[in-house]
């Protein structure tokens, strides 16, 4: 179904995510027939461009990183439906020639895919120069502070402008169909709900696993690491679309407000439930303190932290999260673990088993159910774990194979006006309410992370957490 009309800016058109993601994702839109013809994207960047260049280099953008959609054809109208602007941010240049090209009787989005220190000012510009009104969107690019009080200034740049409905700050997770999968299972089935809590589950593991380091952004990443890159943001969605409780209706404050609620219930996390790391050199590549660039660095490019949920539900069930570079395969996934059985009617011999669910984002999004089954054959009754493919390509046929990628879904989702899949001002300034102390703990004691190798599951230590509990993480793959 295409969506309404619209003018989409995009400043910062000319960047590394406009050209990687963003616009690659508008073709495809375009392509499966959801743009209308009179919708236009706004390439808006400090830069000198003529719209004919801006045209070619979205045209190489596309041959590079998605050259498999679309025919001639398709690709020429949709880059006649691209303009660009020459625009500072900081300045007066480019302003009034943006107005002009806006249209009216559509819907007007703003894609901040700037430096986060820009977006006070493009919001005063958008604004002194009557660009937006009160039913414009705006979109804002990950990394939302690097703290409770860095949030909370762009939280109020933003608001000095916008109304918190019409801001959408970006978390691609969430445009992930399998997490989007996670809710349809949870609270479209009788099955899970009643077992989903800590009388029956053992526990959760999140791990977001990559195999790059942080080459060639070894002094940006340095001022952050994975726990403000990674685990304040996403970890943490994929932790309360987990643990949050049935929200009354799939409408975005009913969803937020329960995230929110997870995440104020989460526990302050003690030094002893938390390991951080930093990858070594492997013979061929640096390891992370020449690519930070600072032999004394103590910022981690691991981290694997035990947390729990303090309420009703999840008491005594912890959730293990853990998060790295130069890993040994790129892998996501939630597991959520179950208890034992009671009691084995099979003997001891038959092993004790356990189901687990697991929600895959990468490789190959999908999630299976472990379920515990007779293995076939004249053995008698040996037990046998096989997993339940709950994707359902097959079942639902070739249109299930058709699935948008995180930001094409999320970014037609910001022209229907639905914010259920972006996060919430009040949730960001919880999640670093939570991390700080966390993250001020360590810097306060001078911890420097321990060292693991490059291709591993990530430092012994993080091993050695789960064991002392009797647990393992899943292995990476
Ligand atoms: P980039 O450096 O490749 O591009 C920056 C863009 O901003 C360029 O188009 C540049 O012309 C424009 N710009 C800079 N100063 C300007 C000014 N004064 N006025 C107008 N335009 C100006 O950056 P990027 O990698 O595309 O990242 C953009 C944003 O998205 C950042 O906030 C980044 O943290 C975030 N982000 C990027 C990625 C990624 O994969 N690249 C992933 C997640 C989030």
């Known amino acids: 179904i295409p969506v309404d009309p619209f003018d989409l800016v995009i400043f910062g058109g000319t960047g590394d995510l406009a050209r990687r993601k963003i616009l690659p994702g508008l073709y495809r839109r375009y392509c499966s027939g959801q743009m209308e013809d009179n919708s236009r994207i706004i390439g808006a960047a400090r830069s000198e461009h003529e719209t004919a260049e801006f045209r070619q280099m979205i045209a190489d953008a596309i041959a590079e990183f998605d050259p498999k959609s679309g025919s001639p054809e398709q690709l020429e109208g949709f880059l006649e439906r691209l303009e660009y602007v020459q625009v500072d941010a900081l300045g007066e240049a480019g302003w009034k020639e943006l107005a002009a090209l806006m249209g009216e009787n559509r819907v007007r989005a703003f894609y901040f895919s700037v430096a986060p220190s820009l977006f006070g000012a493009l919001a005063e510009r958008l604004h002194a120069h009557g660009i937006a009104d009160s039913e414009t969107r705006i979109v804002v690019e990950k990394p939302f502070g690097k703290d409770l009080a860095s949030a909370k200034a762009l939280n109020a740049a933003l608001a000095e402008h916008f109304d918190e409905s019409q801001i959408y700050r970006i978390d691609h997770y969430l445009g992930k169909e399998t997490v989007q999968n996670l809710m349809a299972v949870r609270f479209g089935n009788m099955l899970f709900e009643p077992l989903w809590n800590s009388q029956y589950i053992d526990h959760i593991q999140i791990t977001v696993a990559e195999t790059v380091g942080v080459d060639g952004r070894g002094e940006y990443y340095d001022r952050s690491g994975a726990m403000r890159d990674m685990v304040q943001n996403h970890l943490m969605q994929l932790l309360c679309l987990t643990a949050m409780e049935p929200p009354a209706k799939f409408d975005p404050d009913a969803v937020r407000d329960e995230k929110l609620k997870v995440i104020r219930a989460l526990n302050a996390v003690p030094l002893e439930d938390v390991v951080r790391g930093q990858y070594l050199a492997d013979g061929k590549k640096p390891g992370y303190l020449e690519h930070a660039g600072d032999p004394d660095s103590k910022t981690e490019s691991f981290i694997a932290l035990r947390v729990e949920v303090s309420n009703w539900r999840w008491a005594g069930t912890p959730f293990y999260m853990r998060t790295g570079k130069r890993l040994r395969a790129r892998s996501s996934e939630i597991a959520v673990v179950f208890k034992e059985t009671p ?124 064991h002392r509990e009797g647990r393992r993480w899943r292995d990476i793959r």
Do not use: C
């Open 343 to 466: 009691h084995s009617i099979f003997g001891e011999e038959a092993g004790r088993h356990r189901n687990v669910l697991t929600i895959r984002l990468q490789p190959n999004e999908g999630m299976d159910l472990f379920v515990t089954i007779k293995e076939p054959g004249p053995g008698g009754m040996r037990l046998v774990d096989v997993p339940l493919d709950m994707t359902f390509a097959e079942a639902l046929g070739p249109e299930a194979e058709d699935v948008p990628d995180a930001y094409e879904r999320l970014i037609m989702d910001v022209i229907r006006g639905n914010q259920t899949l972006f996060m919430r001002g009040d949730e960001v300034e919880a999640a670093w309410a939570w991390a700080d102390p966390l993250i001020a703990s360590w810097e306060n004691r001078g911890d420097k992370p321990v060292p693991y190798e490059t291709g591993s599951t990530g430092p012994e230590e993080a091993l050695a957490m789960m």
